[in-house]
């Protein structure tokens, strides 16, 4: 017993208590099989090469980073930039992943890429790297989902990806993730779990936040260029954390505030949110030690946002970790204000953002005028918002 | 004190359709079952297939909590000493707390517990507070877990070692694979606890396949839960021709 004791010891990389690898015994080797494969090319440079390749050629690397005059000057305060993830293609960051970790299958041999997708951002991305690099490509996504977002059920299949309806649970992202890993269980041999957002079982959360972080390491260039320095505040919106961690991590040992902003929904205490970090508990769920949205039988609650993308009860263990070491502040804007944000970054720039993006835009808003006019503010603009047309226009009506 | 040998395991979901039948359904199992296996009901059963899935749901919708669980094992202990193990996934307990959960498990009669997604190398705390409650440990084994880490798991459990007899999820399956019978032969050679094989067990003759490659006990979930499913709270008839027909081969 105290051999035993000694070796678990030797503890798993995790973000202080956060992380972690709480599977089923039957998912412990090819999570290993992914970490080994992952450490042996993430600093080969034919990997590197060949993910550059992609990214610069195929995917719109480097995107922008712009000075939203406009915006800036209207509000009367902080200098507002743009990083303009919305310009990649489809339409998100969500590209930067996909296409490293299906280089990273192909590494390992695996023929087929499934993943788990809620409105249909990633499962795109997916199926987009599903079709560029030859795998048969099965996306998970909660039935009641499937039904609310048609038209990327429809991009899905037209890139070749097979879309499966998951009926059970919630039938939403939380389910679709459920699924996908009982899928995995019986198929990693010659499939990889393509995961969308820096969540589930180590080494998943680590995987995405390296893949998303060329968003930061672009700004940390780009606003050195422009204003000689970097910028007093970063602000990227937070369901899973993907975009958030990406752009906040070349920054976390830097003196730049780091916003991440949940989803309010109709307001935190309605219940009827999805902002896990700003009201959730500690919890086990989807493989890691984080924080979730649950009740006090630890049994998962559903969520609510207008932006399908941070409709998930969890949130990914580092940014647990960065807010319980006070590294980044967490905040949460309501369905509304993201909406008022949508409308005004439209009108004042000519850029529909996401609706998760508009989120992080509304903070900014927000925080802006209490800013001297030479501080500035990135937001991360993770993604484009034609994908939301129908949402907005029905809760604009 | 869990003794397996030529053992019936039988497996139901607490609160499955309600918390009243499930004493009903223990009283039944504990007529042919050497071990009773109950599952606390989780909104996320990622481990399990359709029909335990539902089972979940349906105990969830009827209000089950923890303590109505604890609850019943208590009650069951006024009529049956037979050993009693909890499944559950690691969220309920870690959110009501490891060690308030063992103390309270421990009390109302409960003699080991399986954690479906609490692998060995997370264990460390649990296995603490285990032992400081003489709570028995059960943790499981796969086709694809190798030698090394077999021991180690051996050495966390306390009671028996749970190998999962298939690549996939609990649910009733026509045959027993291959894959199981060469799992139960290298964990014999390898393990100071008994083993019990769960996952795709659900035919009396599955049971025999099982005991004869070597298994000292074998558990079956599905195949019962499903019985449950289509006749609800008067499943109890039912259950039993089941029953008898999974015990046949182990008399």
Redesign the interface.
């Known amino acids: 017993?105290l051999?035993?004791?000694r070796?678990?010891?030797g503890d798993?990389m995790k973000f202080g208590e956060f992380g972690?690898?709480?599977?089923?015994?039957?998912l412990?080797?090819?999570l290993e099989e992914l970490e080994n494969a992952y450490n042996e090319i993430k600093d080969d440079e034919s990997f590197i090469e060949k993910l550059n390749y992609y990214l610069e050629k195929y995917a719109g690397r480097p995107t922008p980073l712009y000075f939203a005059e406009n915006l800036s000057k209207k509000i009367g305060g902080a200098k507002i930039y743009l990083k303009r993830e919305d310009l990649l293609h489809g339409g998100a960051h969500k590209i930067n992943n996909t296409i490293g970790q299906a280089l990273l299958a192909k590494y390992m041999g695996k023929s087929r890429l499934i993943a788990e997708t809620g409105a249909g951002q990633h499962g795109v991305a997916t199926a987009i790297a599903g079709a560029l690099f030859g795998m048969k490509t099965d996306i998970y996504m909660g039935s009641e989902d499937v039904e609310r977002q048609k038209m990327n059920v429809f991009r899905m299949k037209l890139l070749g990806a097979d879309v499966i309806a998951v009926d059970?649970?919630s039938k939403t992202l939380?389910?679709a993730?459920?699924e996908a890993?009982?899928d995995w269980?019986?198929s990693f041999e010659y499939t990889h779990y393509l995961i969308g957002s820096c969540v589930g079982p180590h080494p998943y959360p680590t995987i995405v936040r390296d893949f998303q972080s060329v968003i930061g390491r672009e700004v940390k260039e780009q606003i050195v260029e422009m204003e000689g320095d970097l910028p007093d505040c970063i602000i990227a919106c937070v369901g899973g954390g993907s975009n958030a961690i990406g752009i906040f991590h070349p920054f976390i040992e830097e003196d730049v505030r780091l916003i991440g902003v949940e989803a309010a929904g109709k307001g935190i205490e309605s219940g009827k949110h999805s902002a896990s970090l700003n009201a959730g508990?500690?919890?086990?769920?989807?493989?890691m030690?984080s924080y979730?949205l649950?009740n006090?039988?630890?049994?998962?609650l559903s969520t609510h946002s207008i932006a399908a993308g941070l409709d998930y009860p969890g949130v990914g263990p580092e940014h647990a970790y960065l807010k319980d070491t006070k590294k980044a502040e967490y905040v949460a804007v309501t369905d509304d204000e993201a909406l008022k944000a949508f409308v005004e970054l439209s009108k004042s720039e000519g850029i529909l953002p996401a609706l998760e993006s508009a989120h992080a835009i509304a903070y900014a808003i927000k925080i802006a005028n209490e800013m001297e006019r030479d501080q500035i503010i990135v937001v991360n603009l993770s993604g484009r918002g034609d994908k939301d047309l129908q949402i907005v226009m029905e809760a604009l009506k | 004190m869990i003794v397996l040998e030529r053992s019936l395991i039988t497996f139901i979901t607490a609160g499955d359709p309600n918390i009243d039948s499930t004493l009903n359904f223990m009283l039944t199992l504990s007529k042919y079952a050497d071990v009773i296996e109950l599952g606390i009901p989780?909104?996320?059963?990622?481990?399990d297939?359709?029909v335990i899935?539902k089972a979940n749901?349906r105990a969830?919708k009827s209000g089950t909590?923890?303590k109505d669980v604890f609850k019943v094992v208590e009650n069951f202990r006024d009529y049956s000493k037979i050993p009693v193990v909890l499944m559950s996934y690691?969220?309920?307990?870690?959110?009501?707390g490891v060690e308030r959960f063992v103390e309270d498990a421990k009390s109302s009669g409960v003699d080991a517990l399986i954690i479906?997604?609490?692998?060995?190398?997370?264990?460390?705390d649990y296995?603490?507070i285990c032992?400081k409650f003489e709570m028995g440990t059960v943790?499981?084994?796969?086709?694809?877990?190798?030698e090394k880490?077999l021991k180690?798991?051996d050495?966390?459990s306390s009671a028996f070692v749970y190998l999962?007899s298939?690549?996939?999820?609990t649910g009733a399956r026509d045959k027993i694979s291959e894959t199981a019978i060469s799992l139960i032969k290298r964990a014999k050679g390898v393990c100071k606890n008994p083993v019990a094989v769960g996952f795709g067990v659900s035919k009396g003759e599955h049971v025999m396949e099982l005991i004869e490659a070597g298994a000292d006990g074998v558990v079956v979930g599905s195949a019962l839960v499903e019985i449950i499913e289509k006749y609800g709270e008067k499943a109890t008839i039912q259950l039993e021709s089941k029953l008898k027909e999974l015990k046949k081969p182990l008399l």
């Not at chain 2, 690691?90 to 009501?96: A, F, S, V």
């Not at chain 2, 479906?116 to 460390?124: C, F, G, Q, S, T």
């Not at chain 2, 298939?166 to 999820?169: A, I, K, P, S, V």
């Open positions: 017993m051999k035993l004791l070796w678990l010891c798993l972690g690898r709480y599977v089923p015994e039957l412990i080797p090819p059970s649970g939380k389910d993730i459920n890993l009982r269980v019986s508990e500690k919890g086990v769920l989807h493989g030690l979730f649950q006090e039988e630890g049994q998962i | 989780f909104s996320d059963p990622m481990a297939g359709k899935q749901y969830l909590k923890i690691y969220n309920p307990i870690y959110r009501k479906v997604d609490l692998p060995i190398d997370e264990a460390k296995l603490k032992e943790f499981l084994a796969a086709p694809n877990t190798d880490r180690l798991i050495s966390a999962v298939l690549y996939g999820t």
